[in-house]
């Protein structure tokens, strides 16, 4: 009797699924025109579970634990290449992708160096790490001649000592601010030891007083509301800054720039996890994803690059002419990447990281 | 035999809810650190005797190894104390108000200090950071009336996480006062009283120790949440906030490192179990030595 409940419960279940296929999306936050999903929703019957997440941290102790029960996970680069080290994502059944012909060789071929012959990603959006400035309020401040093209703006303490008046956010990514420092002193932003590492402790230990938030997300409100007027962040989150602000007409004026010493350059991709509920449903969605008009949908809603060139032509000139997000070829020439650090390395860079922000 | 079953049932409930994921924390914490799923090694998979085997205590000696997690453990100790205390002195005549009131009152004053309680633990905490802001609520209040000429910069700092645990915390401290207060025999104030006390003296002397059952037990609801609290300081606080909450977030997050965050977490519960336990005991004797 026991036994008959059990196989008609999961009969139930069975056909429970058959009638509401759900494929559960985790992406980072502020991150996708909306509208897409309902688009998805229509057009394939399956239903869209949509999370959102502010860090590849919280992601990776997510994929690391198992079971999370998403189908497709956003990634960025050296997250991506640990976590295919760790098995945690299966390899992309390509038959089931004839959108990846849109794809743009030239970010792939990048992308490779996390995700070997692009086996287990697609390449969602890229980007670079640079420095939002509320224009008028750093110019009253630092005079006309601020240096808002170098990261000196932020890792000069005379800089900083001025901006905290007006208020100086950072992002909270170690992985990213490190390398920075380190190309501000003219190091390699790559560097892997430990002593070179340790130079860039003092350049931001010594700013640190004056930055009134580590933090990965609330700058681009911050930014747009004027609460802060120089932020160390993402490039699409500081452009979203820039048109929130322009869009509430508050006389908040935000530019972005991508430092001369040179920025870094990231890219978020879209993996299945080893164990996703609806690996099927999930090649869906990157299929949909990969459609050149969806893509460039997501780019001229979230202003960030892509790495889909069919897109390209359906994009917007507020983005596709932006050298701030599609950079032209001196500034693409100045942009570096970066590879993971290693356990061990990574303690050192956290821990200093920890000592940076609260002094102990 | 009805007995046993009634007894069983905190038991249970302790074996549950505390002691078996005590025990996986405290497995994990004598692990090592590996890039896998899960990112610890050994497992139970390999056969208990094994992982017996494999024991070693090396990340309990780390943690003694680097200044950061004592000084993390006392800052989070001096912000739940001074929490703690804060909430008491708000709580306290919140708590006697209420149970002062006119009958009728009482009720409402109640649903009131409950109300809060509605709305997301997250979205008050998320309200606080408009009102706290540059250019939040206060501080535009505080410029329209004139009291301060430049903004006041609370927001990211540790004054903002007393208020956010204090406010946060509130209900738990007036609610156990205010039943305690509540029982009180008012004829034995009139008593001290009639006998020469002053009101301040009979409060002093009278309410304060017979609500001293719930004091402790709103000191205890407010310390032991703040001790360990995450979301507040990570909102409200700044970034040299340091707190064992957003070390152990570090050490999960940040470094992966399963073992050091789960051994961390065993310490964050023996200072916690310890003293309490303590009390509990000389509370047991005093209440022998006076029956």
């Known amino acids: 009797m026991k036994k008959l409940m059990l196989s008609t419960v999961a009969g139930l279940a069975l056909t429970g699924a058959a009638l509401a296929e759900e494929v ?213 989150d500081i452009l979203q800054a820039r048109d929130r602000a322009a869009e509430a007409e508050n006389g908040v004026e935000i530019e972005y720039y991508a430092p001369k010493e040179g920025a870094l350059m990231w890219f978020d991709n879209m993996a299945i996890p080893v164990d996703a509920p609806n690996p099927d449903g999930a090649h869906k969605f990157l299929n949909f994803i990969m459609d050149a008009q969806n893509m460039a949908a997501a780019s001229n809603y979230v202003y960030y690059a892509n790495g889909n060139l069919a897109s390209q032509e359906f994009l917007v000139e507020d983005v596709i002419g932006d050298v701030a997000i599609y950079p032209d070829a001196t500034t693409l020439e100045n942009l570096y990447t970066t590879t993971p650090y290693d356990a061990k390395t990574q303690r050192t860079v956290t821990r200093m990281w920890t000592k940076i922000k609260s002094g102990t | 035999m009805r007995r046993a079953t009634l007894i069983s049932v905190p038991y249970i409930w302790l074996l549950a809810l505390f002691l078996i994921p005590f025990l996986v924390v405290f497995k994990i914490s004598l692990s090592d650190i590996a890039l896998a799923i899960p990112p610890y090694t050994p497992t139970m998979r390999d056969g208990f005797w094994n992982m017996l085997s494999q024991l070693d205590f090396e990340n309990f000696v780390f943690l003694t190894e680097d200044d950061l997690y004592w000084k993390a453990y006392l800052s989070s100790l001096q912000i739940a104390l001074i929490s703690t205390v804060l909430t008491l002195i708000v709580g306290y005549p919140m708590a006697y108000a209420m149970a002062r009131a006119p009958d009728q009152w009482r009720p409402t004053l109640l649903m009131l200090v409950i109300l809060p309680f509605w709305t997301s633990f997250l979205i008050r905490v998320y309200a606080w950071v408009g009102i706290l802001s540059n250019e939040g609520f206060l501080n535009q209040f505080l410029l329209w009336i004139g ?98 909450g957003k070390v152990l977030f570090e050490e999960f997050f940040s470094n992966r490192d399963w073992p050091v965050a789960s051994a961390v977490a065993v310490i964050l519960l023996l200072i916690l179990i310890v003293p309490i336990v303590l009390f509990q005991r000389n509370e047991q004797r005093q209440a022998e030595a006076e029956t």
């Open chain 1, 24 to 236: 559960r999306v985790y992406n980072w936050s502020d991150y996708i025109d909306e509208d897409l999903l309902t688009k998805f929703e229509e057009e394939t019957g399956i239903d869209l579970i949509y999370d959102v997440f502010d860090s590849n941290e919280v992601l990776e102790t997510k994929m690391l634990a198992g079971g999370s029960g998403y189908d497709v996970v956003v990634p960025s680069g050296t997250f991506l290449q640990r976590q295919i080290a760790a098995g945690a994502f299966q390899k992309l059944d390509q038959s089931k992708l004839t959108n990846s012909v849109n794809m743009w060789d030239v970010i792939s071929e990048r992308v490779a160096k996390y995700d070997p012959d692009n086996q287990y990603a697609i390449n969602y959006m890229w980007g670079t790490t640079g420095i939002g400035v509320n224009v008028g309020k750093v110019q009253e401040i630092l005079g006309e001649d601020a240096p808002v093209d170098s990261l000196a703006l932020v890792f000069d303490p005379a800089n900083m000592e001025k901006l905290q008046a007006c208020g100086v956010h950072i992002l909270d990514a170690p992985a990213e601010l490190i390398p920075a420092a380190l190309a501000y002193l003219g190091e390699n932003p790559d560097a892997q030891d430990a002593d070179t590492i340790k130079l860039a402790e003092p350049v931001l230990t010594n700013i640190a007083p004056y930055v009134q938030k580590f933090h990965s997300s609330e700058y681009i409100n911050a930014l747009a509301n004027g609460d802060i007027c120089v932020a160390v962040g993402w490039s699409g």
């Open chain 2, 147 to 244: 009291v301060i000429g430049e903004p006041l910069t609370i927001l990211n700092t540790n004054t903002a996480v007393y208020i956010g645990i204090v406010y946060t915390y509130l209900p738990f401290m007036i609610l156990p006062i205010y039943s305690a207060l509540d029982r009180l025999d008012g004829s034995l104030i009139e008593a001290a009283e009639d006998l020469g006390c002053s009101r301040l003296k009979a409060f002093w002397l009278v309410t304060i120790p017979l609500s001293k059952n719930g004091i402790i037990a709103g000191c205890f609801l407010v310390f032991i949440p703040a001790l360990g609290e995450f979301v507040i300081p990570s909102l409200l606080g700044g970034s040299s906030t340091l707190m064992i």
